[in-house]
């Protein structure tokens, strides 16, 4: 299940989080070590932001829809931010 997982999560990104405006980040990674675990981290300009995504068709349909079905246990978790820095890639 866990590809048909992540084919959803490809098939989210560009319909989602590309599309709005308030979507600062949103980064998914796979877990070498738990192939069966993905972890999300989404940074949105504002709270207005995160409602948008989490209200838009896409996410109703393949995050709370089709991927929900998918996954044993989801959890959400927010944070502030406390530090960034930007790193040059050279």
Known sequence: MQA??????EEFT??????EPGTL??????DPARSDYLLFVEH??????????TGSAAYQ?????RFADLVAD?????????????????
């Open 4 to 9: 048909d997982a992540e084919a959803v999560v």
């Open 14 to 19: 560009p319909k989602g989080p590309e599309q």
């Open 25 to 30: 980040s949103f980064r998914v990674y796979r």
């Open 44 to 53: 949105f300009a504002d709270q207005a932001a995160y409602d948008a995504h």
């Open 61 to 65: 349909d393949l995050v709370a829809g």
């Open 74 to 90: 989801f959890v959400e978790i927010d944070h502030e931010l406390v530090s960034e820095a930007s790193v040059a890639v050279s």
